[in-house]
């Protein structure tokens, strides 16, 4: 591709993404959305998996001494505590709070309100988020959500904004690798984390980017879609330097076999979202075996660049099995009309192209996962990071919902559920936090760590579903009859404790306003 169509690409789609966004701003907390932090906090008797890998352990005390994890030890240890309030955990499990390393806010046509979007992942025990980006706007509302998520004014998790290169500074493009660099600068004063790269990029404006973002601490993810992934694949993006790769994209055109170029149909047509989902899956048929030699390299050189994965396999589910995402047993209650409408056939909406989606087609998405979950997998093993992103609001996939649907496919590909609790809180927490040089101060149950944890009815290593905030449904075999049983019971946040099915609640109550309307 040239320079000047990457160019022409690039502002189109600045053009196509920069639309005013007339959006609600998040009302102030509310007396009864949470409380604390308190000056001291006992949890007391439970299961902890503390998200390093290692093995559950238990009844232990937790002890909270306003936002820290202050101690821990065996129940009964912190019998002189006096806490200001305890939590009887006797039976119940304790995790950190989980990491969704890709997501957005969601916009006016599908939720004006961001309080309905945090509500719900909290409710689903995310307690750190990173928008990639959390809008796209010129005035992006991300920023200042951010800063107020962390000066505690609204309920909602602790929020890594960053920005798409080259977006939202008012000038053109970055068409030199200095402009590359003044923007990179321009986005860490506006208060942004990181990066997020879509193709088309020039190589050498990736690199000159990502050069600057290394030296002041900023963090990078790129989105390797079709369209530039010939000159710019997960190879490249790896040597120069890239921090992380979300998606499927720019893996398997890295290890196409006997071709430089995906052989596609000659009717395909990108701007057709339905040729553009369904075709892709064409890849897994015109790469290199998984473990053969080429298959092999790729992985190494992505484990030796400390390159990490978020795959997010839930956004692209409902590819496979579409009735079932359409009618997720959620959707009555707590994803919002407007939501259902932007998911609902469109030629417009993004990732609504089920036009006429056809047992072809779900077959097509169902063999493209078996390489897709193996690379992940090896990668994994040979010592990769994976991390848990969602990417919810497009494709059937509602907030917070998604992310609990993304824990069981990554078990789906063959991770442990030790393996996937770590992936979705302690390795999270560090692809948030590598390029800064620093450890993460959340995302293991640890004394001195933030008090950013979860507190569970049901041991989640035996059963991901029960941590869906509809429950899962088991049968008791002495009464005959069925129970709903799981969800997550309280999410801390910072020390703040919310009561996971009071902000379910309120979620349920926005949904019905809007169907009263």
């Known amino acids: 591709m040239t320079r000047t169509l990457f160019m022409a690409i690039a502002a189109a789609t600045l053009a196509a993404t920069a639309h005013a966004q007339d959006l609600v701003r998040t009302p102030d907390s509310q007396a009864d959305d949470g409380a604390g932090p308190y000056p001291t906090l006992l949890i007391s008797g439970a299961t902890v998996i503390d998200g390093s890998g290692s093995p559950p352990m238990g009844p232990l005390d937790i002890l909270v001494k306003s936002n820290r994890i202050s101690a821990i030890a065996p129940t009964g240890g912190f019998a002189d505590a006096s806490p200001d309030r305890t939590i009887d955990a006797k039976g119940m499990f304790v995790l950190p709070g989980f990491v969704d390393v890709h997501d957005h806010n969601g916009d ?5 309100n961001a ?25 992006d509302p991300g920023l200042e959500e951010a800063r107020r998520s962390a000066r505690g004014e609204i309920t909602a998790p602790r929020m890594f904004p960053y920005a798409v290169l080259g977006q939202q500074w008012g000038e053109a493009y970055p068409a030199t690798e200095e402009a590359a660099r003044r923007w990179v600068r321009w986005a860490q004063g506006r208060g942004y984390h990181g990066m997020k790269v879509f193709n088309p990029t020039p190589p050498d404006i990736l690199r000159a980017a990502l050069d600057e973002a290394g030296k002041i601490g900023m963090g990078s993810v790129a989105h390797l879609g079709q369209i530039g992934v010939v000159d710019l694949n997960g190879r490249i993006a790896a040597e120069a330097g890239i921090g992380g790769l979300t998606h499927f994209y720019g893996h398997f055109e890295s290890l196409l076999d006997g071709a430089t170029v995906q052989d596609f149909p000659a009717d395909y047509n990108y701007a057709n979202e339905q040729d553009r989902f369904s075709g892709v899956t064409d890849l897994a048929d015109q790469i290199a075996a998984p473990g053969s030699e080429a298959w092999d390299a790729y992985i190494d050189l992505l484990v030796d660049n400390g390159v990490t994965m978020s795959p997010t396999f839930n956004i692209y589910s409902a590819g496979r099995d579409l009735q079932r995402a359409r009618t997720f047993e959620w959707h009555d209650r707590y994803t919002l009309p407007s939501l259902m409408r932007f998911f609902t056939p469109s030629a417009t909406n993004h990732g609504s192209f089920f036009f006429d989606w056809k047992t072809e087609d779900e077959l097509g998405w169902r063999r493209f996962y078996q390489p897709w979950m193996q690379l992940v997998r090896d990668f994994r093993n040979r010592g990769g990071r994976v991390t848990v992103g969602s990417d919810s609001g497009f494709i059937y996939q509602t907030w917070g919902f998604s992310y609990i649907g993304e824990l069981e496919m990554l078990q789906e590909a063959g991770l442990t559920p030790l393996e996937v609790v770590r992936a979705a809180t302690i390795d999270g927490a560090r692809e948030l936090y590598q390029a800064r040089g620093e450890a993460p101060p959340f995302g293991l149950v640890r004394a001195g760590m933030l008090a950013d944890l979860i507190v569970v009815p049901e041991n989640p290593l035996a059963n991901f579903k029960t941590l869906y905030g509809t429950g899962h449904l088991r049968l008791d075999l002495e009464t005959g009859q069925l129970a709903r049983v799981g969800g997550v019971r309280f999410t801390i946040k910072d020390g703040i404790v919310y009561d996971a099915p009071n902000l379910l609640a309120d979620v349920a109550a926005m949904v019905a306003a809007e169907k009263a309307k």
Not at 119 to 134: D, E, P, Y
């Open 108 to 112: 006016a046509q599908k939720a004006p």
């Open 115 to 139: 309080e309905y979007v945090h509500k719900l992942r909290l409710a689903h025990g995310i307690t750190s988020v990173r928008g990639v980006a959390f809008h796209f706007s010129a005035d």
